[in-house]
């Protein structure tokens, strides 16, 4: 079974800018999760989706958002980039049902490295 | 407030000895705990989880970590350490049911273990 894909890998931004994140989740997997990466910080939750619908939002500006499309595909997006949004961002797929949300493991995908010079 | 820590920021052992790696949480009831590890440029792998019933939790590689209730404790251990082993490991706890946190893990700062031929 396939992975977490995360897309791009690497990205490189201007301030200001805006940037598209883009996450498949593991075949099955309907709840998508985004956690954002920092040695200053470490891993923080952004938002998480299931069915289409945020189900849970970090604490975060909203200039960062997110949505989930019917294939439980996942995008999360950040207008007006800022120094500080470089970071890894990592997304996160789960088995996450209504009984299973808090104890099932999340199975990550390897990041999209955002720098924003 | 809801926190996990990871007090050592690095774990230096010797290839066939054992290690542990330290992780407490402050949290509300009775949270559901986890263990993953990241390998530099990945994102983080799920290693195990205690959920509840025995307070000793076997998983991924060798992994075992011991729930200690009173003392708030969700150490990570293995009987003999590999050179491969020597990663980034995260301590992350998630409350239960009831708390509208869905998709949101709390993790710990991680602490990088060295192990050394």
């Known amino acids: 079974k396939a992975g977490v894909t995360q897309t791009p890998r690497y990205l490189i931004k201007t301030r200001g800018q805006q940037v598209t994140l883009s996450c498949s989740p593991i075949?099955?997997?309907?709840?998508v999760s985004w956690y954002q990466q920092t040695p200053g910080q470490g891993l923080q939750f952004l938002f998480e989706?299931?069915?289409?619908?945020?189900?849970n939002k970090g604490n975060f500006p909203g200039r960062f958002s997110g949505r989930q499309f019917s294939n439980s595909r996942s995008e999360m997006n950040v207008s007006t980039l800022e120094l500080g949004d470089s970071a890894l961002y990592l997304c996160?797929?789960?088995?996450?049902?209504?009984?299973?949300?808090?104890?099932?493991?999340?199975?990550f995908g390897n990041g999209t490295r955002l720098t924003v010079t | 407030a809801q926190s996990v820590a990871q007090p050592e920021d690095q774990v230096n052992v010797a290839e066939g000895n054992p290690l542990t790696v330290k992780c407490t949480y402050s949290?509300?009831?009775?949270?559901?705990l986890f263990w993953y590890v990241q390998y530099p440029n990945r994102g983080l792998q799920f290693l195990l989880k205690?959920?509840?019933?025995?307070?000793l939790v076997k998983g991924s590689y060798g992994f075992e970590a011991e729930f200690n209730k009173s003392q708030t404790s969700f150490h990570l251990k293995k009987p003999s350490a590999l050179v491969s082993d020597s990663a980034l490991y995260f301590c992350?706890?998630?409350?239960?049911?009831?708390?509208?946190?869905?998709?949101?893990?709390?993790f710990g700062q991680g602490t990088t273990l060295q192990v050394k031929p």
């Open positions: 996160a797929s789960s088995w996450a049902d209504r009984e299973s949300a808090y104890n099932s493991p999340l199975h």
């Open positions: 075949s099955g997997h309907r709840s």
């Open positions: 989706y299931f069915s289409e619908t945020q189900r």
């Open positions: 949290v509300s009831g009775n949270p559901y």
């Open positions: 205690y959920i509840t019933g025995d307070n």
């Open positions: 992350a706890v998630s409350p239960r049911r009831g708390s509208s946190n869905t998709g949101k893990l709390i």
